[in-house]
């Protein structure tokens, strides 16, 4: 016998194994075939479902939802914290949220608010936002890196003409004036476009 079997708790004579088929979910008039997790018993021929089984479930629809209703998926939302290099827990003291949040998110658990779902897209929209939000949150370490990609980004997309330079140089000035804490080391790297 198995670990996994388990005894079909209303027969208590067959085992239940875990299956899952092809169903059609509908939301808001949208329409798609997801699947659905349960368990079968192979004596009396019951499905049931366990509370993972159920979370499962659960995970798939708001997914769909999130979808539909145009919010980030979880492994956007994952992704997106993986390029800032940040822990959930991290994330979730610069955009709040609560201790679990992000956990929540990514793995489909909870949708997120609209306006948690429009503070992460300006945050990954708007560098500044970004760094902004992780010095309020006193996320020094997290603030100077972002800094840091976000001159590298800007650098990386100079040409050599001169008026970009220029550019470059307005844009380089902290749009953010209040981060006396962070050294911008890529400053000098600047002079070399002038
Ligand atoms: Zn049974």
Same mark, same amino acid.
Request: overall charge negative.
């Given at each position: ?20 088929? /092809? ?6 008039g ?16 019951? /499905? ?16 769909f ?9 979880? /492994? ?9 290099d ?19 998110y ?18 990954? +929209?708007?560098?500044? +936002? ?15 890196? +972002? ?7 800007? /650098?990386?997309s ?13 844009r ?23």
């Open positions: 016998m198995s670990t996994n079997m388990k005894t079909c708790p209303i027969c208590e004579e067959g085992q239940i194994h875990e299956t899952s088929r /092809e169903r059609e979910i509908e939301y808001k949208e329409k798609t075939m997801m699947p659905l997790y349960y368990s079968v018993c192979d004596a009396c021929g019951s /499905e049931q479902g366990d509370a993972e089984q159920s979370r499962k479930n659960k995970q798939v629809m708001l997914s939802k999130k979808q539909i209703d145009g919010f980030l998926s979880g /492994e956007e939302v994952r992704e997106q914290r993986k390029r800032w940040i822990t959930q827990a991290q994330a979730a003291r610069i955009f709040g949220g609560g201790p679990v949040a992000f956990s929540k990514e793995a489909d658990d909870v949708i997120q608010s609209e306006p948690m779902d429009k503070l992460l897209r300006v945050a990954q +929209a708007v560098p500044e +936002a970004f760094i902004w939000l992780a010095q309020q949150a006193g996320e020094m370490d997290v603030c100077q890196k +972002a800094r840091k990609a976000s001159f590298d980004l800007i /650098e990386n100079l040409t050599r003409k001169d008026d970009s330079v220029v550019l470059f140089k307005a380089s000035k902290p749009v953010v004036t209040n981060i006396e804490q962070i050294s911008v080391s890529s400053t000098d790297s600047l002079q070399i476009a002038g």
